[in-house]
């Protein structure tokens, strides 16, 4: 997968069938989106091309805004090479671009900037300055400069549209098994495994720690099951989120209990996908009162593994 920064039209580029948009998360709605783009430029012996931006809109747009994200630079460009995407490029979301007006858009960016023949977006897309053009306007610039748009109606679970900032409130509420459907996955956090205070061995329930990664979405403190990935393996697990206030509130961390295994994992990078909440976070009144909870939430943590592994349309049951 190619991966270009600023526009960069090229006579080698045969038939740019073309995408728009952020793609945070990388859910049902963006799938259906790329699935159309990528089957569109096979059919034509073209590209299959994402136009994305960097940095997010909205870090200009609305700097006050603490946005947070689903996935990672890196995560999201695994996924659209996954999902045969030829081209990724990257344009520079500066406030002199956001002063491009709709027609300036339309031709610096869609037909000198990167050949659009055929545009496949949201039927609520908006672009410009001040979000000012719509879709009539893109079809009437797509008749002007010869390329095809293909409005797409959104993705709906249960009636409702399946968004990014949907999917961040439902993971901040703690709501992962609905972030699940919503994402068609489980929502996992990646980092390298840290050295701890090694409480969770006093307890005897070791832990692999993990640094909470800055600008991600992070559901509430409290107890999870889940599944880490570590060299092709998918081990499951029970995690904590928190500062371990029974025992004076330190560093926010994730803490991972491998069930069944113990594996030395320290400097390792692990993905960890969260499953289900198990319960919130609170203070014992003494290590042993904590090591009993600890007893219960693995017995709960198993309960919600076992139930996800027999349910046959459990996104778990697709490729992460």
């Known amino acids: 997968m190619k991966i270009s920064r600023g526009l960069t039209p090229s006579a080698s580029r045969p038939y740019s069938v073309v995408t728009i948009g952020n793609f945070d998360g990388h859910h049902h709605g963006h799938r259906a989106l790329l699935d159309q783009v990528v089957t569109t430029a096979r059919r034509e012996a073209g590209t299959a091309l994402v136009l994305t931006f960097d940095p997010h ?32 490029v990257f344009l520079e979301f500066s406030p002199a671009f956001a002063a ?33 053009g719509r879709i009539a306007d893109l079809l009437e610039f797509g008749a002007q400069f010869g390329f095809r748009v293909h409005p797409m109606p959104p993705v709906t679970i249960d009636g409702e549209i399946v968004s990014s900032t949907r999917i961040r409130q439902m993971i901040q509420a703690g709501e992962l098994q609905k972030a699940m459907r919503f994402l068609g996955r489980a929502y996992g956090i990646e980092g390298t495994v840290i050295a701890g205070a090694r409480r969770g061995t006093e307890l005897g329930w070791p832990t692999a720690n993990l640094r909470l990664p800055e600008g991600r979405v992070i559901p509430p403190d ?10 092709a393996r998918r081990l499951d697990s029970v995690v904590y989120i928190g500062k371990r206030p029974t025992f004076g509130a330190g560093e926010r961390l994730l803490e991972v209990s491998i069930l069944d295994e113990r594996l030395d ?20 009144p003494s290590a042993e009162a904590l090591t009993r909870q600890i007893e219960s939430d693995v017995a709960a943590a198993r309960a ?5 592994a027999l349910d046959p349309v459990s996104p778990l049951h697709s490729q992460s």
């Open 57 to 88: 809109p909205v870090k200009i747009l609305a700097p006050h805004v603490n946005l947070m994200f689903l996935t990672s630079p890196e995560e999201k460009l695994a996924r659209f090479e996954a999902a045969g995407i030829d081209e990724v």
């Open 100 to 132: 491009l007006n709709p027609l300036e858009f339309a031709t610096q960016v869609l037909r000198d900037g990167i050949g659009t023949r055929e545009l496949f977006v949201g039927k609520h897309f908006a672009f410009g300055r001040g979000r000012a």
């Open 222 to 231: 409290g107890v999870y099951a889940a599944r880490v990935l570590w060299k």
């Open 265 to 284: 994992l320290y400097g390792e990078t692990i993905r960890v996908e969260l499953l289900g909440f198990i319960r919130e976070d609170r203070v014992f």
């Open 304 to 308: 919600q593994l076992r139930e996800a």
